[in-house]
């Protein structure tokens, strides 16, 4: 064999072409080598750090994308530019009920193609994170999601859209699903034919015996969280049949055309699930779609999971629902103003969150409203009962209007003679002095020249007289619209706790209603306060809204609306009642007290359950409340003054004898029950009584 010897200079350039490119390879492999720092794209850390900001750390000039690779060629590793570490908040408390959604562009080490699915993101200033001024969109990385990452993404729209390392940091967003909730979808509509619990109105009877344990424990907790019977209401259909109970006179009335349209306001903390949503599906299902035009719910701050993103979940369904949220507790009464100046409607309609609306309630509602927009119109409140849910029809001719004492405390009674005789009647709207206040309308315009409510006023109590007073003593009117039906669960108890800056919040608010609308008067609610000197704040701008507004004093208001009210200076006697035959006194609670029966005590001289008022009608009274000869074993109680004489008609003479009926007032020889009985001129049938009305000093209240 021979062998060919090159000259030097060709084996040089031989040596040269094979080195070369091995050299050249030699420098990509190592600088595309991965390195101890480098992750790959599916496991990136974004830490979650719980801070009010987010903090972002600098991020490098983003690197050009990779060339795409060839089916079969595994990828060569890149060095990956520093990592922007993103800390997302914890999710803010208010999202509006319809979010403006937009495509949201994340850093480019997190952004991952989803190829024609739009995300309908929130935009990040939504999400709390800070853009970069001149950051570039990132290109697509050359993987693909994992489908299982896409899916989850569906599922939690807020969370980037790729695998993460640290899943458990990321609080995942619950469904209804996920709650096991019931119902998950609105359910068909009942209706006469339907069989089932609490169809007809009738209730779901069923106490604690023969339950499970667990069944137990629900029933239990029901009453404990909510006040009322839960484990009833979780098997009534939310969207049950509700007999038309109206009497054939409602019925057949005719409503003016093209009324205005309303806005129903429903605030709610922590209500039960069932509740809620039958409450609003009743508004619904009972009112014509072109005059509802929308229904807000208020979230008062709720921290049951169930009202959070599953409400959102449920409520989208109905399309005609918005959702808003409170970023802290307020009460009901700047709840329902966040309502109010979110409301779109001509019309206002204030209800609370455990209610049922029945056929027709709205159309009176509104026709009063458009006959005169100063009319501020109420339904009849009907019982739905908090034991099992049974909803209970009042006939027009029961229907009873609203008053208060000068506690300014709200109470029911039966409309005077005047108006159970007015046109009309007992069908025709049926004049109110005051409201209970959770369920009435009002037009949106009207409400704004009242100075909505009193935004000084704490938690609720008291917003109910002053929306009462305004109404009637600054040119409107306030009305029971006799055929318009709303049920109410009326509780024992309220199951929720209140904070306030205030030691007693109603206290302040009615020592500010007073200070604004009840003139000289204010007199005597100051004096049930024990002419405390409690800051209850500035009221200059409502007394400002009075001038303006050039509002009736209170005087008109007793003389025109409530003549009926018992004004405490017109009294005949007053103070305390003691007795001849020792240091006693008649002694008196208006409640915790069996059967409400008046005793004897030692005589105190405070005031307060010893202190009593003689009528010019001969009633002798506290507040609402008078003597009635109708106790037990010729006792006396004390029930709710009904201004028609007979066991309630009481004789101070001039011998110091309180008599009814011809019947002495006598203590007991134990000293510790009174009762009626055969006058005798015993020590123990005589008291000594205040024969002087009772006129308090006016006393200015402390007012920052």
Not at 258 to 276: D, G, R
Not at 294 to 315: A, H, Q, T, W
Not at 400 to 426: C, E, K, N, Y
Not at 475 to 499: D, M, N
Request: glycine share 6%; net charge neutral.
């Amino acid at each position: 064999m021979v062998r060919t010897v090159l000259p030097p200079v060709f084996r040089k350039k031989k040596i040269l072409l094979i080195v070369v490119p091995i050299l050249l390879t030699l420098v990509l492999l190592t600088q595309f080598s991965p390195d101890s720092s480098a992750r790959p794209l599916e496991h990136i850390d974004i830490p979650l750090v719980d801070q009010a900001e987010p903090v972002l750390k600098p991020l490098a000039e983003p690197q050009p994308a990779p060339a795409r690779l060839a089916p079969q060629q595994k990828p060569v590793a890149q060095q990956q530019p520093p990592v922007a570490q993103i800390v997302v908040p914890e999710p803010p408390v208010i999202k509006p009920s319809v979010v403006e959604h937009r495509p949201l562009v994340l850093p480019p080490v997190v952004q991952a193609p989803v190829e024609s699915r739009d995300l309908k993101q929130p935009q990040a200033s939504q999400l709390g994170i800070r853009r970069f001024p001149d950051a570039e969109p990132a290109a697509p990385p050359a993987f693909p999601v994992p489908a299982e990452a896409q899916a989850r993404e569906e599922q939690e729209p807020l969370r980037p859209p790729v695998a993460l390392a640290k899943e458990e940091q990321i609080k995942k967003k619950l469904t209804i699903s996920d709650l096991n909730l019931v119902p998950r979808f609105p359910p068909p509509k009942s209706d006469a034919n339907s069989v089932g619990p609490g169809e007809g109105g009738t209730g779901f009877a069923k106490d604690s015996s023969g339950l499970t344990k667990e069944q137990k424990e629900e029933y239990d907790r029901g009453f404990k969280d909510h006040a009322f019977n839960l484990y009833a209401s979780d098997r009534i259909s939310v969207r049950r049949y509700l007999p038309d109970d109206r009497e054939q006179e409602c019925k057949a009335q005719k409503f003016q055309s093209n009324l205005p349209s309303t806005s129903v306001i429903v605030c709610f903390h922590n209500e039960a699930w069932s509740v809620l949503l039958r409450s609003v599906h009743s508004i619904i299902d009972n009112s014509p779609p072109e005059l509802l035009k929308e229904i807000i719910l208020v979230d008062d701050f709720s921290n049951k999971d169930y009202l959070k993103d599953p409400l959102e979940e449920y409520m989208s369904q109905l399309k005609i629902v918005k959702i808003i949220r409170a970023q802290r507790r307020e009460g009901l009464i700047r709840a329902r103003m966040l309502g109010a100046f979110k409301a779109t409607g001509d019309v206002l309609t204030f209800l609370d969150s455990h209610i049922e609306c029945s056929a027709g309630w709205l159309e009176p509602l509104l026709d009063r409203i458009k006959t005169d927009r100063k009319n501020v119109v109420v339904p009849v409140i009907e019982i739905i009962s908090d034991k099992d849910f049974s909803y209970k029809v009042t006939r027009a001719k029961d229907v009873q209007v609203g008053g208060f004492d000068w506690s300014m405390i709200f109470h029911w009674h039966f409309p005077p003679l005047r108006d159970r005789t007015r046109p009309g009647a007992p069908f025709s709207p049926l004049r109110t002095p005051t409201m209970a206040g959770g369920l009435f309308s009002i037009d949106r315009s009207f409400f704004a020249e009242l100075g909505y409510y009193d935004p000084g006023m704490e938690v609720w109590g008291g917003e109910n007289l002053e929306i009462s007073f305004k109404t009637w003593m600054c040119g409107g009117q306030l009305e029971t619209i006799v055929c318009s039906h709303i049920g109410h669960v009326f509780r024992a108890r309220s199951p929720y706790k209140w904070e306030s800056n205030f030691s007693s919040p109603l206290t302040r608010n009615t020592m500010r209603l007073a200070e604004v609308w009840l003139d000289d008067y204010k007199r005597f609610h100051f004096a049930t306060r024990g002419n405390q000197h409690i800051d209850f704040g500035d009221v200059s701008d409502r007394k400002a809204i009075r001038e303006k507004l050039k509002c009736h004093s209170f005087d008109w208001y007793l003389k025109n609306v409530y003549p009926e009210l018992f004004i405490p200076s017109e009294s005949v006697a007053s103070g305390d009642i003691a007795s001849y035959a020792s240091p006693d006194c008649v002694d008196g609670a208006l409640k915790d007290l069996k059967d409400d029966k008046i005793i004897v005590w030692p005589c105190h001289k405070q005031g307060g359950n010893q202190f009593w008022l003689l009528s010019k009608n001969s009633e002798i009274r506290r507040d609402s409340k008078c003597w009635d000869a109708s106790g037990p074993g010729d006792s006396i109680l004390l029930l709710e003054c009904h201004g028609a004489g007979g066991n309630q008609e009481f004789e101070y003479n001039k011998n110091d004898e309180i008599k009814n009926g011809g019947r002495c007032l006598e203590m007991s020889e134990d000293k510790k029950s009174l009762y009626l009985t055969a006058c005798n001129g015993s020590s123990r049938q005589r008291w000594k009584f205040n024969r002087e009305p009772f006129m308090p000093p006016v006393v200015n209240a402390v007012a920052n």
